[in-house]
């Protein structure tokens, strides 16, 4: 058989007995629900040197980021499950009192209590705050 390094299948298919390597530009995805479908168990984005996983996400979804994760506007959702802290500790900047949650939910949350010292409570849908804490 030959060796072909490149090979262009009838259907369409591409495949490469190396690396695929994008010198300049971009690869861009035509469908709207595009895909990357990983190896066996996981697909991962390393690092520059290839000697850790940046983002790793398993075969069952789970997602496991290197450094942390940042989302830089709207929120978190979690549909399912717990939020668990292995190690470290919740930090959270002060904001003002947002309005009552929606039925069967509260928030938790950090604010000034009117006298320089913050406050950990608690918002619950009747609009009801608990301190939980106050900045001694």
Not at 28 to 44: E, H, K, Q
Not at 56 to 74: C, E, F, K, N, Q
Not at 75 to 100: F, K, M, N
Request: charged share 10%; proline share 4%.
């Amino acid at each position: 058989g030959t060796e072909e390094n490149l090979i262009i299948a009838n259907d369409g298919v591409v495949s490469t007995r190396s690396s695929l390597q994008v010198v300049s530009g971009h690869i861009a995805y035509g469908d709207a629900a595009s895909r990357l479908v990983p190896g066996a168990t996981s697909f991962a984005i390393r690092n520059n040197a290839n000697s850790a996983d940046n983002l790793l996400v398993s075969d069952a979804g789970l997602v496991t980021a290197r450094a942390g994760v940042t989302i830089t506007s709207s929120h978190l959702t979690l549909t399912a499950g717990s939020v668990i802290i292995a190690a470290g500790a919740v930090l959270s900047a002060e904001i003002a009192d947002p309005a009552a949650p929606g039925a069967n939910t509260a928030y938790l949350y950090c604010r000034d209590n009117g006298a320089g010292k913050s406050q950990w409570v608690a918002r619950f849908p009747t609009g009801a705050i608990q301190v939980i804490a106050t900045e001694p």
